[in-house]
Structure formats: C-alpha cells, structure tokens
C-alpha cells in the first residue's frame, strides 16, 4: 500500500519509507491510499478472540501489503505482552484501562509495536545503516509518550533515542520513566511547552544539513507504525462489551466511546477503526482547557493557540498534529491531489465526534464524582472522559472511556483531590529509584541542531 501526505505536495512512499521517514518532507502526515474494510464474520465471533488474536487480523488489513504474515504475527505478539482490560464502572459506563503495559500508559501499544516495526524495516541483514550511522528517533512528550517510546527502544542496536519534553510540565514519575534510562536514550528538558518540543522536532525533521547527517524518523503518533496499532484495542473493547452484554444485545448498537484527547492520535486510529467496520456508533473528543477542537467543532474554524498547563498534562497541546489526519479521513471519502481544509471535513466530523471540554476544577469533581458515585480512581485524563460521558450518553447508549494512564503516574495529583492513597505499581516504583540523567535545552531550533551536530 501507498502512502501519501495530508499536504500533498509530496511524492507517495511504500509502508517502509512512511516509517523510517516519520514526516512527508512537505511537513505533512503521512495517511494510507486506502482502508481495507474487516469482514462481518470477524465481528460475529470477535467476543470468543484474545487480545493478539484479533490485533493481528487488525494489523492484516493495515500492513498484510508490506510484510509477511508470519512476520506481522511475531510483531504484533511480541508487543501485546500485556492485558487491556475492560472494566464495569457502573451500568452505563466502562473503562477500557490502557494501563497495565511496561510504562503503565497507553501508549505502550504503539511505542513497542513502532520499535519492532522499525527494527524490521530499517535494519540491513549486516547491521549497518550506512554513512550516517545509527537511526536517530526523535521525540516530543507531554508525559507518556517519551517513557513508552523510550523504553519501547531501550538497547535496540543500532538505534540512538533523543526525547524533548518541557520542563516542570510532566509529573514526578512520568520523568523518572525516561530521564533514568542512559544507555541509548538521551532526555532534553526543554524550557517551554510541548508544542515547543513538537515543532523542534518537526524543525529538525525538514533541516537539510541534520538529514544528510542523521538518519532521522519520529516515534510520535506523527509516525503512522505509532498511532495505526491504537486501533487494536478499540476492536478488543468491543470484543469485551460484547462478551459482558451478550449477542444480540440493543446496547451494542449503541456503544459511544469517549477519548481523552491531546495530540489526537489516539482517537483518529479509532476513528480508522470505526472505518474499518467496528460498530461504533460515536466518538466524544474530551478536551482539557486547551479545547481548539471543540471550538472547531462549534464553529468550523480552527485556530490554534499557545498551550494552557493543566493537571491533566498529557492532554496539554494546543496545536494537534494529528487533527490533519481527522479532516483527511472525512474531507470527501477520497484520496484528493489537493489538500483539504477543515472547514470542508467539518459537517461530516460532526456527524461522527461530538466534543466537550473541563477545566481543572471540573477535573477536579470528575475524579471525586468517578469515586464517591462509583467507587472507580481515574487520572485526570480518564476523568476527562468518564465526565464526558456522564454528561453526554443518552438513553440506550452504553459508554467506553480510555483510562489512559495509572493513576498512580499523577500520585500528587490524585491523592490530594480524592483524600486517598495511590499504589504505586511495581513497575512504576523502579523507575522511582532511578536517577535523573537530562541536559537542559532552550526552545530555539539553533541550539538543538547544535547539540545534535556536537553528538557526531
């Protein structure tokens, strides 16, 4: 399968290219020519499928075109070491948590599947990627993403990791999870925002001199091998609906699932989900305070703007990437040679995304509302979500929100709201008792290049 930029002013690439590249050098994102629709037959037995089962039938119809099956296979197996379980808040809501991976985010799931996907396609037989040395990943992160990829990447021969992310801006542990690995990750604390991290990324991406250096790709869901295998656990939360509810249940036609939404990368691979066939009546995209895409929900236009900290940092981006990618899926059904504005996606979007948006004390009571309602902790992002669809699901309707990170990632931050004490997991506790390795970095694209260049 082709891949072409949400730009269009690119040349189409193979899988493998789309990959190694990270961004279409137009600085557009990288979208398939097609989306292979799953048969109705997958869907009549997917409640009686494991987690690897269905992903890989999922991955089938993503990369079935550019890689053996029996590698696709060990691929998608070797990522999904761990459960994605679902899990009955009350008798209209269920959280779908993302949380039991390496890193305890769900990110997880795209980072060890990006690794491995990377590995396969960028590394020759001898292991040598040339004149320019190891493959260079480059990161920004509002949280969970520099860990998983990260860790996701930890030790790979052959491949060097540098993760940006804006100083004070991420919690204790989510730090811990990246700036303690040495090895072959290197972290860089930015003084600025996320969007500062992103756009030095995407700066280095279109510099002439670093990529006649470097060997450059992003693991951001910028990366489609990063934000396509979000849709596996979509289609195994349906599995698991299905199984709780019953065959033949109304609620099933009635399933609206609620993302937490920052760089939009998770729910646009549910929304290509949903394109494959998965019977998904609706999305809800709940925004922190940096709500730009609710506002273009209400009004067509999209204007981003600087970023607003909020607790629920994660979510902290006040110019998602991945929203190109949302206005080429619903433009017009078809691939176009001209790029797409958002006020042309804009009535179709709607008929499929309805937004909502809560400031910090709203989070606030949505995590009070989760517990003292339904005895049920979330993070501030799963609040985000389990708000939203206490306020938006209508009669008949059945909601699945993403509980996209442990709780105990915000320890501080939960605790004082809900009056109670987080466990951390184990997992979590020995990154704890690492020590913070990072180099300060300024937000200015000069002094980045620089300190890639001195690492030569």
Do not use: W
Request: proline share 5%.
């Amino acid at each position: 399968m082709k891949y072409y930029s949400t730009n269009r002013q690119a040349p189409e690439v193979s899988l493998s290219e789309a990959v190694i590249k990270g961004l279409a050098p137009d600085k557009g994102l990288y979208m398939p020519e097609s989306i292979h629709p799953l048969p109705q037959s997958f869907f009549d037995h997917i409640q009686d499928m494991t987690l690897q089962e269905i992903a890989f039938e999922v991955a089938k119809a993503f990369f079935g075109d550019d890689i053996p099956e029996n590698d696709l296979r060990h691929i998608v197996y070797d990522t999904l070491q761990f459960d994605i379980p679902l899990v009955k808040v009350n008798p209209q809501i269920y959280s779908l948590e993302l949380y039991h991976g390496p890193t305890c985010a769900f990110k997880d799931v795209g980072a060890r599947f990006m690794a491995r996907l990377l590995s396969y396609f960028a590394k020759p037989a001898d292991g040598n990627t040339g004149s320019k040395g190891n493959i260079h990943v480059l990161v920004a992160t509002s949280g969970d993403t520099g860990s998983a990829v990260a860790n996701g990447f930890l030790g790979v021969p052959g491949i060097d990791v540098t993760v940006l992310y804006p100083q004070g801006k991420v919690s204790e542990i989510q730090e811990k999870q990246f700036t303690t690995l040495g090895q072959n990750i290197t972290a860089l604390e930015v003084d600025g925002v996320f969007d500062d991290c992103q756009r030095l990324v995407k700066e280095a991406f279109m510099d002439k001199e670093l990529n006649e250096k470097f060997f450059l790709t992003s693991a951001n869901s910028i990366n489609v091998a990063r934000f396509l295998p979000q849709a596996f656990y979509y289609f195994y939360a349906y599995a698991q609906i299905k199984k709780m509810l019953g065959d033949g249940n109304a609620a099933l036609d009635n399933v609206v699932v609620c993302v937490p939404s920052g760089n939009f990368g998770n729910i646009c691979a549910g929304l290509f989900g949903k394109m494959m066939g998965l019977p998904v009546k609706r999305f809800i995209a709940s925004n922190n305070a940096n709500d730009i895409f609710f506002q273009y929900l209400a009004s067509s236009h999209y204007n981003p703007r600087a970023t607003q900290a909020t607790i629920a940092n994660a979510m902290d981006v006040g110019d998602p990437s991945n929203f190109a990618r949302i206005v080429n899926l619903f433009g017009d059904g078809q691939h176009k040679a001209e790029k797409i504005q958002p006020e042309d996606a804009h009535e179709a979007i709607c008929q499929l995304i309805s937004g909502a948006t809560y400031n910090d004390d709203q989070i606030r009571e949505a995590m009070r509302l989760a517990l003292s309602a339904d005895g049920y902790v979330c993070d501030p992002h799963g609040a985000c979500g389990y708000q939203a669809l206490a306020d938006g699901l209508q009669p008949g309707e059945v909601g699945i929100f993403l509980e996209t990170a442990h709780p105990a990632k915000f320890k501080d931050t939960v605790e004082a709201v809900i009056g109670q004490t987080v466990a951390i997991p184990e997992t979590l506790q020995r990154f704890m008792n690492g020590k913070k390795q990072t180099l300060p970095m300024t937000k200015e694209f000069a002094d980045f290049k620089a300190h890639l260049l001195a690492s030569l």
